[in-house]
């Protein structure tokens, strides 16, 4: 929040000229440097203060600024249409991936094979369970799937995505973004053909900023829904006559689940109240909230099969291999060591992973946890 | 890390075809099923016990998955061009900036201001301490000088950004990133003209990830050092002879300083070893640096200005702005109440701010905090 700056607390860097004598000066500019230091950044009102000359300097950096501004909103269209002229290309290579997983193209057997694919009479059409296998691939989602969840995910058939024109809130701010679109084959879980998450984004002075999350309300069939259990407990004696049998209570509880993820975390009303510690924890819940549909968008959906495989895994086994190099050059190493090895070798992986770091395209900036 | 499998472990799901009667499929269907599940996305091998017929379907997958990867890599090539054209327009925008700010080059006043810019003798040149407010505005960094940083940064002249050209590493990875430039006019701290802080980013199937960060190392003027404070003890007695004076030791004690940014925190060597908790610590640390190196990057560099007038922060100004509306229309409300309202809005500014979401460029991604 900046701060207002009171009128009796703004310096008047800009007194008659005479009172700027050469040797009065560099204690003067230490006095106006001293005030303007706890108003830089925080108020554009402070800019006037200064000398006119500096004022002068400082517009003339502005006029910069402008220029550099409409490169970068050049910048920025140009950008999209090279997004959309991939989207484009990669669109075709969607559909066809789909019709291949769900039976309905068929690939022809390669000639080596042709005896055996002939021999197997009763396959089932296309790849059965594909998108529950390509995200069980994934470690954080795979960690999240229930059993319950994944007899849902049996019948998810694609993940689209689906880039939302920006259009104009109340407030004038442009709000664009993404929807994932999850679907499915006819099942016994729920009606709908498709879920859907979507991600609002808006922009801020050239940063895209989350706006809010929103997902398809699920009508579960009755008793299928994974995110909650049924917990009965006996009701408070006294409320029946003696001798009746007590009374039975259901309540369902919040159970973890990866369709938890339909309903993302929601900021609070304006008139709400929140403690510094329950505002961290919306803060983690809707980053990794994001991060997981950043992930479904960007590395899932375009290398779907390469996740099915381990592909998307295979640099692990790279330091697999790596490490046995070792083992065969280092053969005085006990065993003890080669152990340390290997269990070292996993936590630097695990630190590289971590800080899968971005060169972040300019004006398309990853989620940050602070406002710098 | 994946499982290796286990020879005895692998399901032969491609056994002669007398024993896939179509009665018999389902069950077996199941049992293959169950079998994979544990091993998709866990070996690149297990592919091979599918039938031949999802093999050639899994085959085909991975035909138009390597069409999109070239594509993909045909983007990357288009999105650095964009960039490096754009950067090209910069440059020269950055440059005169620089010499504005720094008094090189001067800039006419305007007409209306030109009777009082000429009262105003000995104005010092430039824009003193530029960079200094520049960072001081930005609320992650500012919270960071300390009164002695401070006084370093007084001589900071610039900031520039330099990509680095991808080469090979010594196990063929290709190895970009970008190094931040402080330019520093002579000073009584330190001799060097620039610090650096270079980031090294590769890429893991069209991931950016970060490699490693190195800062210069700072030969800092005996006693200018920002980031350590002395300690001096009474060294422990029966070392002197009694009636001597009790000798003095010196101890150099890390301190929090702005300058620590040029010591990024470093992975652990390789036979290193590291519990879960200091891990997390790591993982943070270096999350945190990166986020300062990326904002410094894609947010300060380009809208210098913009931070050192208060622009860059104004959008907090305009909620406000916003809620001295509100409380001009709601007069019932009682002054309790509009306290309230200012600390939510303040809370709910926090929160969006905590989660400036990218869009997330294909193939640039925001650095996560989990393998996924």
Redesign the interface.
Known sequence: ??Q?VAEEEVFDA?P???M???EG?AAL?EVI?AR??T??????G??ETL????????????D??E???E??S??QK??KA??AK?DA??AP?YE??KA??NGEKE????KE?EG?????????A????FWL??L???????ESLSEKD?EVLKHLTDISVAELAPEADEDGDEI???KLIFHFSPNPFFDQPTLEKT?Y?YE????????RAEGTKIDWATGKNPTVKVMRKKAKPGKGGRGTAPKMLTKLEPVPSFFNFFTPPQ??E?????DEED?EE??NA??ED???G??I???II????????????????D??EDDDEDDDVDEDDDEDDDE??D??????????????????????????????
């Open positions: 929040m900046s207002p800009n008659a000229g005479h700027l004598g050469a000066n500019v440097q303007l230091n108003m830089i950044g925080k108020s554009s402070f800019v000398p006119a000359q500096i004022q002068a300097r400082i517009q003339a950096l502005q910069l600024q220029s550099h501004d490169h970068e050049e910048y140009e950008l090279l997004q991939y290309l990669y290579l066809e991936r291949i997983v690939v022809p057997a390669p094979a055996k694919a002939k021999e197997e009479e009763g396959v089932p296309g790849i059965p369970e296998g390509v069980r691939a994934n470690r954080v989602i795979g994944e664009g973004g993404f991600y984004i801020e002075d050239g940063e895209p900023m989350l706006h900021e609070p304006e008139d709400e109240e929140i505002l919306l803060r809707l980053e994001f991060e997981i950043e992930t968008r960007t590395r375009p290398h779907a099969v390469k996740w099915y495989t381990g592909e998307a895994n295979e640099d692990d086994e330091d697999d340390d090895d269990e070292d070798a996993a936590d630097e992986k695990e630190i590289k992973q971590a800080l899968k770091g971005g060169e972040g395209d300019k004006g398309e900036k990853p989620p940050e946890c602070k406002q710098q």
